[in-house]
């Protein structure tokens, strides 16, 4: 019942900055958790960052932690991760995602999360 579309990637130097938009269309928005997740050719889905339904508690995976955050405006249903000081090996696709995770250890699996946006690509040269 969650559908979410991702914009704002694209290419960028090392030590720049990118906004990325996630839009959510579908009822209960704010009942939702959302996050973001990245994935590089050959690698795992990883855990970027995530933040509670109501935006109270927000939630970064070590490596982006002060230099990415994460925000979402309920009444536009919209979720945003802005990225700086953007490093090569950020360079992903990034998705947007929709769920209802069990607990704060649950908050950085993939598989505890129900929707997902198509991705969009960032890249970061050196």
């Known amino acids: 019942q969650v559908q979410l579309v991702e914009s704002g990637g694209g290419l960028v130097q090392a030590g720049g900055s990118l906004r990325l938009s996630c839009a959510a269309s579908g009822r209960a928005f704010s009942s939702y958790a959302m996050g973001w997740f990245r994935q590089a050719p050959g690698k795992e889905r990883e855990f970027v960052g995530a933040i509670s339904g109501l935006g109270g508690s927000m939630y970064y995976a070590d490596a982006v932690k002060g230099r990415f955050t994460i925000s979402r405006d309920n009444a536009k249903n919209m979720v945003y991760l802005q990225m700086n000081s953007l490093k090569p090996e950020d360079t992903a696709v990034y998705y947007c995602?929709?769920?209802?995770?069990?607990?704060?250890?649950?908050?950085?699996?993939?598989?505890?999360?129900?929707?997902w946006g198509q991705g969009t690509q960032v890249t970061v040269s050196p």
């Open positions: 995602t929709a769920g209802r995770p069990g607990g704060p250890s649950s908050i950085g699996k993939a598989v505890e999360y129900d929707y």
